[in-house]
């Protein structure tokens, strides 16, 4: 067959097996094999499945993610979420919008003791829609910033995704993690502000909590040092250089499992919290890697037949301004982002932009963290919404619809602060070039 129909057949075949049903690595999987027999045969294909699952996996640096991923675990059920959002309480609870307010701080506390997305607005959510309801809040405020909140988990470093972005473009991990904390702290102050000014449009300017003086919120503060220990632990130890991602994943694991072993009200079926907390790990794990593979699949074969490289030529001699392909590449993003999870995206994408990312001379980090703050739209916008769907389980008083319509003012605030990243590379990029 002619090598230039064999993308078309490709890429149908996927949105078909995704309309029936089938999960996404699958449809990958399955449809770059199609691709692969009609470009060579079917011996060629079979030749090549033999290496391409361990050659896709077999790799040093994902082995932070389960690490991180167990670090998360232990912390959510140490119950470091609920001590973070009372402390976040004390300090901004009195403002208009302040229990929202202090949704966020939890989650970007939790995010640095957690890599995973779904897993902080799981944690955040149980334990501050509840609160927001008791004080009066619309649900629609309450879970869709509880919704928003969680994207911090894959954008503060310890991320999953950082690290997954890392090992498909072999970018460094070290660099890629710090590079998330600058342009995570920017989003989490940007949604503050933003419900700052929704809550005072709206009527949730009464629904405030009493002001803590000073010295109970500093005394109340005190008893979140879990996520500055874990926080010093892993960042510290990579920004510093002494230790590598992977030694921090695992130092900040056991840490995360001392501090869970302490907390006394944990002691009642600690057996079960530890078991529930690998199983989850390892569902997680799986479910990533089996992404990698699909993808890796469907890769080779785009790479076959050479669209990476002949896409990256076409861009580069369009003569269109490079910052201009760049603003195209990412606007990809929006409407995978409404069908696909954000792994899913990443390796669909990125095997094919970042030859061309690479030939126009771009920061690869720069363009990581873009590429991730693109994936978390994707994770509170309809109808694939994934925290939105999380939250939704949480919340059962809010329909999912009012949820995905609370989100939509993050959205919003999600493009702002996109859009000051992009004319400002620096922000990402000052502290990953002061690692040297």
């Known amino acids: ?46 030749t090549r499945l033999k290496s391409i699952s361990y050659s896709t996996t077999a790799v040093y640096t994902l082995t932070i993610i389960p690490l991180f991923i167990l670090m998360g675990s232990f912390a959510h059920h140490a119950q470091v979420g609920k001590k973070l959002f009372d402390v976040a309480s004390r300090w901004v609870g009195h403002l208009p919008g302040g229990l929202a307010m202090a949704a966020i701080l939890t989650s970007a506390g939790f995010a640095a003791t957690s890599g995973s997305s779904v897993a902080t607005a799981a944690t955040v959510g149980s334990v501050a829609i509840p609160e ?9 405020l309450s879970a869709g910033a509880v919704a928003a909140g969680g994207v911090l988990g894959v954008l503060i470093p310890p991320s999953v995704l950082l690290i997954f972005y890392a090992a498909l473009t072999e970018t460094s991990a070290g660099k890629m993690l710090v590079a998330g904390f600058l342009p995570g702290l920017l989003t989490a102050i940007m949604f503050m502000v933003g419900i700052y000014f929704i809550a005072r449009r709206g009527d949730m300017r009464h629904a405030v909590t009493p002001r803590a003086s000073w010295g109970e919120a500093v005394r109340e503060t005190g008893k979140a040092w879990q996520v500055m220990v874990l926080f010093i632990v892993v960042m510290g130890g990579i920004y510093l250089g002494l230790v590598t991602p992977t030694e921090a994943g695992a130092v900040g694991a056991f840490v995360a499992l001392i501090m869970l072993l302490m907390h ?51 861009v580069v001699g369009s003569g269109l301004p490079p910052y201009l392909i760049v603003a195209m590449l990412l606007l990809v993003f929006v409407p995978l982002g409404m069908f696909l999870d954000a792994f899913s995206m990443m390796v669909i994408t990125i095997p094919i932009m970042f030859p061309t990312i690479q030939s126009l001379g771009f920061d690869p980090i720069w ?67 002061w690692m040297g």
């Open 1 to 46: 067959m002619d090598p230039s129909f064999a993308p078309y057949i490709a890429v149908a075949l996927i949105i078909l097996l995704m309309a029936f049903g089938a999960p996404v690595f699958a449809a990958l999987a399955l449809s770059g094999a199609v691709g692969i027999v009609l470009v060579e045969d079917f011996a060629f294909l079979m």
């Open 132 to 140: 927001m309801k008791k004080a009066g809040y619309q649900g629609s």
């Open 264 to 314: 006394r009200p944990s002691w009642p079926g600690m057996l079960g919290r530890i078991v529930a907390s690998f199983r989850s790990t390892i569902d997680t794990t799986v479910m990533i890697l089996f992404t990698m593979i699909g993808a890796a699949v469907f890769s080779y074969f785009l790479t076959l037949i050479q669209v990476p490289n002949q896409l990256a030529e076409a």
């Open 367 to 433: 363009f990581g963290i873009l590429a991730v703050k693109m994936c978390e739209i994707g994770l509170i916008t309809p109808p694939v919404g994934l925290n939105c769907y999380v939250i939704a389980g949480i919340d059962r008083e809010t329909p999912l619809p009012q949820i995905f319509r609370g989100a939509l003012w993050f959205v919003l605030l999600e493009v702002i602060t996109i859009m000051i990243l992009f004319a400002f590379p620096i922000i990402t990029t000052i502290l990953p070039n």
